[in-house]
């Protein structure tokens, strides 16, 4: 075939100036590499493209291959198959399934969404199941469809924030009552300091949806400005609080739903992690679905607080503002500063999750950016009316916090008695808070896939589901919170304490990285920029100190441990891969000119001499033949004469899978050895007389295992052949009988997959399996092929 | 290297003609497979030997491959390494360890008993651990070391049937005392049938003994004189037998120890779980050391009934036999015949383990069956002088069973009072209860290497231990008789009506077998024999049908259900190894005269024209494709020329690991298709521009995934082509990045072991996994080819 080779030759050149072309070099390519990076989450991109130097090793190493070319003709000789089997029709009962279509390049082929739907019944019922209950798979594609209005985002995004407003000022004024009831007035000053604090931390995050229109949490703000260091302290924080803040959220629903149906209270956890469970599935099917089903409560809540506080100010304004005497409460504890700070930062933990739009800036309708700010700026401004109104409500109602009745439920009944609304007003509290935790769903997978980009998290939460939902992500939080949901027992109180350092030391950090980077940058209104979010990283910071500072002994140690924890577990994921990547790069390849065909370069064992082994002692001939071939780097071989090898056929008895194992590996055109294990002399007698019976076709060494050992002795075996040329490449082949059924592989020893095990560790030894099916009384590629033949026959 | 060649083609000739010489013909050659069966237990023998046809059609196959030997030169070429590696040392640390020595002939390898010590540091922990537990590892040649005296052997076989002495008395007194005190009086012509039963069964035994001196139980005996599913039949029975006895024995034994030390009864199931691990752990330390342990208890027991059945005698002797009044019981049934039997079949479990010894004569010291036969003589002589005793003790000192004591603790107080004695005869009960479930140690395994080596069990059952212990069997025996100890809460009353059903079965089908064994011989004496036989085996059919009869709503039909289902599972699993015997023999090969070289045998694919795809519908092209090429038999290749392939490489990148792969792939002179799975166009056009940099030395499909799954499209594509042309084996080369630790693989996607496990269910597809080590600080193999060759420089 001379033009086949002339045109694989010539092929090579013109393509390579056509790469060349549109492949950006210098720091164009790495930019390109790392560009991809830039537009939100891509479904696709998972493995990063080339930089310039690899790109050129690339070319260099392709270039030796061409070289050796002549030497191997084989591998370039035409396939016996079509590789491009369009629209192969797969026979399945009755039905033709396509499993490829054509792709849109005349060289590529489209898998089809009918291949997903699996081959065995049971396997189909729970796919058809796994359908019905999330929806069908989503084209890559279509993830540029599934983005939010802003009414709906804004629903989604800050049903963490808001329903916060259920348990913040309440955690506030539990702290202060602990002076009597007296110090309950303090609650306005630092209603207002908090509120100011809201404001800041608000600000601040506009001027993050700008800068980062790609999704900027904390932890891309802290790394790129800060450091990687400061990132994943950041993400670690956030990552703590977002586990903490679904287990909060189910937590303080449950309670709500069990103090009105006390009989529930035993099935405390049941329901907390059906409740998580239900969410995991309504988050997987997708956002726009999530946003459908979450978008109500939260406005329904909204809805129900400007009620009551309306309804109780507006009381109130007839009272002309006099304050009625509230119920007299001794204090246990003076009215000191660290009293007022504890109570400040409780009341602070009503700003949980207001970082969460700046993080999910890409699920908006484009201009992306825009619309974000313009939902936050909504979202702070209810933040703050409701937060303020509750205050105001609890202030000019004169009411304070007891036992057995929240002070949402206090303001309502002021409010609106008992009837009807109350019992709106508390299931609305009840389903935001239960929904809250969706916010952290929408999130978490989204920061892990930030950090898996930048190789600090396991590449698997890079990959989007058949829904275009980081389901990997959305499993491992609804885990790890279904964990610290049931081991503190669905308790809110106690989880409380560990809640706010998380996020207020995500809150410092971004806040700290925005002012650096609007330092750096001095674009108009720089001053401007850097006031407002030097302000709130202040702010942040020092309610950081205080909450770590007041709550270390109440459970907040357990975040200050968690979170270098963390930073340690991502700084080693970082490491790791970066170690691969090293690795894993094409490197310049060994030698200058191609060599010769293995074949003929590998130097044979001395001949064995028949009085040798008791002449000589053995160990020195085997040290000096390890010595002769210690190569320096193993496995770096890139091109085909780099390798050279030898077969070991493990052969158990001369059956047929045993001889079609020797026969694919005398097939493969390299020396062969056969190797047998056998437990006595008789027996290896007897194997060694079949296998002159058969012709002694090849190589055979037989090892007597006086311990009846099997496994053990073929790795030890093959272990001494590496050490003995750790150069040369050892292919081994593993004949292994495939049952039809899975209970039938009990009635097998399980040798080959030992082996494989075992050998997995062993540097350049390849492990070939080579498949004995028994057969099926009818098998379904078969029966296409054989109906296929009679449709053509009939056709003929 | 022509002396190589020539010698290698005299060679086969040569030893054919003495391989000849060796292997019997004929049914000689078959007779020499089976023999190795006969004599006990083979340590080795796994791997049965090839009957005349297979023989010949081995020596055929190997002709075959002379014929084509000259065509596929490279893999008779000289090995790079040393097959015969003497001694090669294995350096660990400041330790040299030799894993292999030169075996008894000169081209035989001895693996060493330091290759068994693991390498790591966890794994060398639990094996000392191990080896301390159960002692060093055994050769298989101290088999026949491993005998028991006769002294011995009666303590560890008989002490089911002798301890059962303990409750078959009391369980026949518990069933008559139902008609009131008097009917107690029965009790003497009941015992007097029971003990003529038993010395009609012993003398069967007996005869079992002398006629199957290879340990005949009654499995064997029934199968080979009656036919296979008899014999299924009896195991059944046994096995069920066996795992009851050791709930049974542990259940009473427990129930002693709990009456003495009342506060311990709420832990009875954890007991008697510790008391089953620590007689596992003993009985796999093996059969000597079994033996020592648990020799006094039985000697204890049967002193013990010796001295409370003596004096309690001698005392009814002195009152010259008066039988003192019984305490009055009144009767809630009438004296029927139904109670009659029933208590019958209860004594009768007196009899169960009366087998042991018949199943296990091998065990003994040469001459084995002598020795055993002298043994069983001994034992049914103590049995029916404790029976009688108990029977009579209690009868002449008008004792009636009650509960909160046993029969045997009541004789106890009435002969030797309370004292030191007394706790010496409980504490002896106590301890061979628990020891009897030993006896089930020793005779399960045994059973079930019987069945295996019939293949009516899985082939594990057939391995040795390092200990020369059955554990497999072991092993399985303590887990059943676990979950029904457990799930029976560890009560006695409970387990006893499933028990006699499956001895009696058992009983029963061995001496039918025994009878037709001597009606078919008529050796001398063969009147007497049978007549022995004929008798016991009557006595136990009537037995087995009164125990089924009347304990089967109590517990029995439980048994009558499960031994039929376990003759079908042994059947299901006889049929399997049987189609799988046909399936793997070595058959014709395909073709009378040599082929060409696969490369030019096998037709290319049609060339792709531009044109095609639109033009004519692809599906029907590659239907007719299939038509072409489908070969009848999938799989039945043993020659390398039958052998036609390809190769696939699923590539994900261009980096080393892949690049390795396609060098290692291109190495293998076969035809080469490279697949790239992509998520969409853009990643698709990035990877063809990289390929093309590269140099495009490769077919490459591209396919396009929208869905994103990555597995799936690779194992459809693989299908599609192995459809096209299913008598071309496809060579599927998978590049795996293995890990220095185990939580790093956590970072991998692990497509390739997924790829290769759903790759399995394809038929004709060989994987082949390139691993990619990532390097370890030090490697230990590397230390040692350094460190010799740091002395070799010394040396030199």
Chains 1, 2 share one sequence.
């Not at 509120?195 to 802290?222: C, H, K």
């Not at 071989?637 to 005398?666: G, K, N, W």
């Not at 049952?739 to 082996?755: D, E, F, K, N």
Request: charged share 15%; aromatic share 8%.
């Amino acid at each position: 075939m001379p033009e086949k080779s002339k045109k694989s030759k010539a092929k090579p050149a013109r393509k390579r100036a056509h790469a060349g072309a549109r492949v950006r070099t210098g720091a164009g390519a790495a930019a390109l590499a790392d560009d991809t990076a830039g537009h939100g989450f891509d479904p696709a991109a998972t493995v990063p493209g080339l930089n310039e130097s690899e790109y050129n090793q690339l070319c260099r190493v392709g270039e030796h291959w061409r070289q050796v070319v002549t030497d191997h003709g084989a591998w370039r000789q035409a396939l016996p198959v079509r590789s491009d089997l369009v629209a192969t029709p797969h026979q399945r009962g009755r039905y033709t399934e396509v499993h490829f279509a054509p792709g849109d390049a005349p060289e590529e082929l489209l898998a089809t969404q009918q291949m997903l739907v699996p081959e065995g019944a049971v396997d189909r019922v729970r796919f058809r199941l796994r359908r019905t209950l999330i929806g069908p798979p989503l084209r890559s594609a279509a993830v540029a469809v599934e983005r939010l209005r802003k009414i709906v985002a804004l629903a989604i995004l800050s049903s963490d924030a808001l329903s916060s407003v259920a348990y913040g000022p309440e955690a506030m004024l539990t702290v202060l009552v602990v002076a009597g009831s007296g110090a309950l007035s303090r609650a306005i000053p630092l209603g207002v300091a908090i509120t100011v604090l809201m404001l800041a931390v608000g600000l601040s995050y506009r001027q993050t949806v700008r800068a980062y229109p790609s999704g900027g949490g904390s932890y891309t703000v802290a790394r790129e400005n800060l450091g990687e260091l400061p990132g994943l302290f950041a993400a670690a924080g956030l990552m703590i609080d977002y586990v903490l803040t679904v287990a909060v959220s189910i937590a303080s629903g449950i309670d709500a739903v069990t103090s009105a149906v006390p009989s529930l209270t035993s099935a405390t956890v049941v329901l907390g992690l059906v409740v998580l469970a239900l969410l995991f599935a309504g988050n997987v099917r997708g956002v726009r679905e999530a946003g459908l089903i979450f978008a109500a409560p939260t406005y329904l809540f909204i809805l129900a607080i400007f009620l009551i506080v309306g309804v109780g100010l507006a009381d109130a304004a007839q009272r002309h503002f006099a304050v009625p005497p509230t119920p007299l409460i001794h204090g246990t504890e003076g009215l000191g500063i660290i009293l007022l700070l504890r109570a400040f930062s409780s009341g602070a933990t009503a700003m949980t999750g207001i970082e969460a739009i700046s993080n999910a800036v890409p699920i908006f309708e484009p201009t992306a950016w825009r619309n974000a700010r313009t939902t936050l700026t909504w979202m702070i401004g209810l933040l703050i009316v409701m937060f303020a109104g509750v205050i105001a409500a609890v202030h000019f109602d004169g009411l304070a916090p007891r036992t057995g009745e929240t002070i949402l439920s206090q303001i309502a009944h002021r409010s609106v008695g008992s009837g009807a609304l109350y019992a709106f007003v508390q299931a609305a509290t009840a389903l935001v808070l239960l929904l809250a935790a969706n916010t952290a769903f929408n999130d978490f997978p989204r920061l892990l896939y930030y950090m898996a980009r930048n190789r600090h998290a396991p590449a698997l939460f890079l990959r989007m589901g058949d829904r275009l939902a980081f389901t990997n992500g959305m499993l491992l939080l609804a885990v790890l919170a279904g964990i610290v949901f049931a081991s503190f027992g669905g308790n809110t109180e106690a989880l409380i304490p560990l809640y706010a350092v998380g996020v207020f030391l995500a809150f410092t950090l971004s806040q700290a990285g925005m002012s650096m980077l609007w330092l750096r940058r001095r674009s108009p209104g720089w001053r401007r920029s850097i006031a407002f979010n030097a302000v709130g990283c202040a702010l942040s910071g020092i309610v950081l100190v205080i909450s770590g500072a007041t709550k270390f002994l109440a459970g907040a140690w357990v975040v200050v441990v968690a979170i270098p924890a963390l930073v340690f577990l991502f700084t080693r994921v970082r490491n790791y891969y970066a170690r691969v990547r090293t690795a894993i790069a094409l490197g310049p390849v060994d030698g200058s000119e191609p060599a010769l065909l293995p074949r003929q370069r590998i130097a044979p064992a001395p001949a064995r001499s028949a009085g040798e082994r008791a002449s000589a002692p053995a160990g020195v001939t085997n040290k000096q033949v390890a010595t002769q071939h210690s190569s320096v780097d193993p496995e770096r071989e890139q091109s085909p004469e780099e390798i050279h090898h030898f077969a070991v056929v493990p052969v158990a008895a001369l059956d047929r899978p045993s001889m079609r194992a020797l026969a694919y590996a005398a097939s493969l055109s390299m020396p062969i050895l056969a190797l047998h294990i056998s437990p006595n002399e008789e027996e290896a007698k007897r194997f060694e007389e079949y296998w002159q019976a058969w012709g002694d076709h090849l190589p055979l060494q037989v090892v007597i295992s006086p311990y009846r050992a099997i496994v053990v002795p073929v790795i030890r075996y093959i272990e001494a052949l590496h050490r003995q040329r750790d150069d040369v490449t050892i292919t081994v082949v593993i004949p292994e009988i495939v049952p039809i059924y899975g209970w039938q592989r009990l009635l097998h020893a399980g040798i080959s997959t030992r082996v494989r095990r075992a050998l997995r560790e062993v540097p350049r030894v390849v492990v070939t399996t080579v498949p004995f099916h028994l057969r099926r009384p009818a098998r379904r590629p078969r029966a296409s092929s054989t109906r296929a033949s009679g449709k053509a026959a009939g056709a003929a």
